[in-house]
T-cell receptor, first 115, second 112 residues
Framework: NAGVMQNPRHLVRRRGQEARLRCSPMKGHSHVYWYRQLPEEGLKFMVYLQKENIIDESGMPKERFSAEFPKEGPSILRIQQVVRGDSAAYFC?????????????FGPGTRLLVL | DQQVKQNSPSLSVQEGRISILNCDYTNSMFDYFLWYKKYPAEGPTFLISISSIKDKNEDGRFTVFLNKSAKHLSLHIVPSQPGDSAVYFCAATASNTGKLIFGQGTTLQVKP
């Protein structure tokens, strides 16, 4: 049973470009969460999605960031017009049900570097 | 507002001895707590969890203790092994939210 998959593992963008990060949850998991880890900090919640629905986006920056989890295919975290401060590790996690009382399993992360 | 705090950035112990990692929280609505281990350039790996209805959960060398009145939990690793050297994150969640709130992490070094 494959774990949570993320790609790309590393992504380099110049300021102003777009970044697309993909996450495929574990088989049988319908809940996806995105977290961001800035250098020397812990992981910060960004958004929680189920298939075709955003459940909680309270951790998402108000501008330039969006997320989706379509009926078919991976979840996508999209960052438009990237800035240097977006450089971070972005982790996706999944769980079979909503996270309360359920363990979230993490992918290997995408390391975004904005030049 | 740091709702989950790991006040020790680092910890060094000798192989074979006990490692104790601590975590404090402020939100009384948290009812499920988890510990993750993270190696550089990898994602967090789930270690052990505990529900707020319990005060202890044990899995092999890992034991988590929860003191709800003090809003404190700890992870005990015994005996510690060099392969345990990593960053350990404490996380908490409240029912009906789904999201995990993480501490800043504690870097554990186990010396041979």
């Amino acid at each position: 049973n494959a774990g949570v998959m993320q790609n790309p593992r590393h992504l380099v963008r110049r300021r102003g470009q777009e970044a697309r990060l993909r996450c495929s949850p574990m088989k049988g998991h319908s809940h996806v969460y995105w977290y961001r880890q800035l250098p020397e900090e812990g992981l910060k919640f960004m958004v929680y999605l189920q298939k075709e629905n955003i459940i909680d986006e309270s951790g998402m920056p108000k501008e330039r960031f969006s997320a989706e989890f379509p009926k078919e295919g991976p979840s996508i975290l999209r960052i438009q017009q990237v800035v240097r401060g977006d450089s971070a590790a972005y982790f996706c996690a999944s769980s079979p049900n909503r996270g309360d009382g359920e363990t979230q399993y993490f992918g290997p992360g995408t390391r975004l570097l904005v030049l | 507002d740091q709702q989950v705090k790991q006040n020790s950035p680092s910890l060094s112990v000798q192989e074979g001895r006990i490692s104790i990692l601590n975590c404090d929280y402020t939100n009384s609505m948290f009812d499920y707590f988890l510990w993750y281990k993270k190696y550089p350039a990898e994602g967090p790996t789930f270690l052990i969890s505990i529900s707020s209805i319990k005060d202890k959960n044990e899995d092999g060398r890992f034991t988590v203790f929860l003191n709800k009145s003090a809003k404190h939990l700890s992870l005990h690793i015994v005996p510690s092994q060099p392969g345990d050297s990593a960053v350990y994150f404490c996380a908490a969640t409240a029912s009906n939210t789904g999201k995990l709130i993480f501490g800043q992490g504690t870097t554990l070094q186990v010396k041979p």
